[in-house]
């Protein structure tokens, strides 16, 4: 009993430490810090990610397109970008052996003494002389040939390559007047055949055109019923109550999870007056909270570059609770579940 006691108790630890950790990750908010600066000479931005107080801290860093990350947990630090160079190791001194220092080249060694004179027998040789044994007979020279028979000899080859090609000199023998007859015929010949196999094909165009018509027609009806196949679904009620479904969902996550403090500079610019105009309203609209101090510097001459500097500041944080909230909601929904059947088929 003492044994079914402990085990109990150990499988309770267990499952308590279990619990304990989801609900750490569900409730405990994951804290951001973000950082933007633009301007003449430099481009930053930077990101703090936090839980549990900073015990796990990741750091982000892009300076002048260079990233640099680093994680802290529990104290302990280590950078993932870049990665730390590995130092290598100099070079170990290799240990020559005494057959290679007596046979490197050739040299002798003559040990304290090195300035005297090498004996004769230790004395170099020259490779042609020392490759050549000593009984070998001398080549007899051979005596060149004069200018004039190296000249004569040049111009043999021309001759034969003349007399092999049917020219005697420089002049060619000129087609007869049968040979004229006979390559007319042959491109006269040739033409009607191309007009012949060209009128032969003719009868076969409008077969052609009228398959590729029916092709075109066939995929306007395959995409028309494909429209007519979403638009079908998009009328569905249960197609309408899942799009309600989700915009009330994205509305309560923007509620929590939305940055809950903004601050910084913002001066920008197009070269068309209407676009900054339209950027800034669309800005007016997103920022008026109170938490939210921005403040905007629209440059409107026209016929300018792209501006686009300043710097930003954005704070909050995130809890996983409410993003499986949401996710459970959707999952559990079976319009959701008909609608993506649907989809796939």
Same mark, same amino acid.
């Given at each position: &009993?003492?044994?079914?006691?402990?085990?109990?108790?150990?499988?309770?630890?267990?499952?308590?430490?279990?619990?304990?950790?989801?609900?750490?990750?569900?409730?405990?908010?994951?804290?951001?810090?973000? !950082?933007?600066?633009?301007?003449?000479?430099?481009?930053?931005?930077?990101? $703090?990610?936090?839980?549990?107080?900073?015990?796990?801290?990741?750091?982000?860093?892009?300076?002048?397109?260079?990233?640099?990350?680093?994680? @802290?947990?529990?104290?302990?630090?280590?950078?993932?970008? %870049?990665?730390?160079?590995? /130092?290598? $190791?100099?070079?170990?001194? @290799?240990?020559?052996?005494?057959?290679?220092? !007596?046979?490197? #080249?050739?040299?002798? !060694?003559?040990? %304290?003494?090195? #300035?005297?004179?090498?004996?004769?027998?230790?004395?170099?040789?020259?490779?042609?002389?020392?490759? =050549?044994?000593?009984?070998?007979? /001398?080549?007899?020279?051979?005596?060149?040939?004069?200018?004039?028979? $190296?000249?004569?000899?040049?111009?043999?080859?021309e001759k034969e390559e003349d007399v092999k090609s049917g020219q005697i000199g420089s002049s060619a023998e000129r087609p007869g007047?049968?040979? *004229?007859?006979? @390559?007319?015929?042959?491109? +006269?010949?040739?033409?009607?055949?191309?007009?012949?196999?060209?009128? +032969?094909?003719? %009868?076969?165009?409008?077969?052609?055109?009228? /398959?590729?018509?029916?092709?075109?027609?066939?995929?306007?009806?395959?995409? @028309?019923?494909?429209?007519?196949?979403?638009?079908?679904?998009? $009328? #569905?009620?249960?197609?309408?109550?899942?799009? &309600?479904?989700?915009? !009330?969902?994205?509305?309560?996550?923007?509620?929590?999870?939305?940055?809950? =403090?903004?601050?910084? /500079?913002?001066?920008y610019g197009f070269e068309d007056p209407s676009i900054t105009g339209m950027v800034t309203g669309g800005l007016y609209i997103i920022?008026? &909270?109170?938490?939210?101090?921005?403040?905007?510097?629209?440059?409107?001459?026209?016929? *300018?570059?792209?501006?686009?500097?300043?710097?930003?500041?954005? =704070?909050?944080?995130?809890?996983?609770?409410?993003?499986?909230?949401?996710?459970?909601?959707?999952?559990?929904?079976?319009?959701?579940?008909?609608?993506?059947?649907?989809?796939?088929?």
């Amino acid at each position: &009993m003492a044994i079914l006691k402990i085990i109990g108790i150990l499988l309770a630890v267990v499952l308590g430490l279990l619990v304990l950790g989801v609900l750490l990750i569900l409730f405990v908010p994951l804290r951001y810090q973000l !950082d933007f600066e633009r301007g003449t000479g430099s481009n930053l931005a930077r990101g $703090k990610f936090g839980w549990l107080a900073h015990l796990i801290l990741v750091t982000a860093k892009l300076e002048n397109n260079k990233p640099y990350v680093t994680v @802290r947990i529990c104290g302990f630090t280590k950078q993932l970008l %870049p990665a730390a160079e590995k /130092k290598e $190791k100099p070079p170990g001194k @290799r240990k020559k052996s005494k057959n290679s220092e !007596d046979s490197e #080249d050739g040299e002798y !060694d003559s040990g %304290p003494g090195q #300035d005297q004179e090498l004996p004769a027998d230790k004395k170099r040789l020259p490779e042609k002389e020392a490759s =050549k044994p000593e009984n070998a007979p /001398k080549e007899e020279s051979v005596p060149e040939k004069p200018k004039e028979v $190296k000249a004569v000899l040049a111009k043999e080859p021309e001759k034969e390559e003349d007399v092999k090609s049917g020219q005697i000199g420089s002049s060619a023998e000129r087609p007869g007047p049968l040979e *004229k007859i006979k @390559r007319l015929y042959n491109k +006269v010949k040739t033409a009607v055949l191309k007009i012949y196999g060209i009128l +032969v094909h003719i %009868p076969e165009i409008p077969g052609k055109l009228l /398959k590729k018509w029916q092709g075109i027609q066939n995929k306007a009806e395959a995409v @028309r019923k494909k429209a007519e196949h979403y638009i079908s679904i998009w $009328k #569905d009620e249960g197609t309408q109550a899942v799009f &309600m479904l989700s915009k !009330d969902q994205i509305r309560f996550l923007w509620k929590h999870l939305h940055p809950r =403090k903004i601050q910084g /500079k913002l001066r920008y610019g197009f070269e068309d007056p209407s676009i900054t105009g339209m950027v800034t309203g669309g800005l007016y609209i997103i920022l008026p &909270m109170s938490f939210y101090e921005v403040e905007l510097l629209p440059e409107f001459e026209p016929d *300018k570059p792209l501006i686009l500097e300043g710097k930003l500041l954005i =704070k909050g944080h995130v809890r996983l609770c409410h993003v499986a909230k949401t996710v459970w909601i959707l999952f559990r929904n079976k319009d959701l579940r008909k609608l993506i059947k649907q989809l796939k088929a």
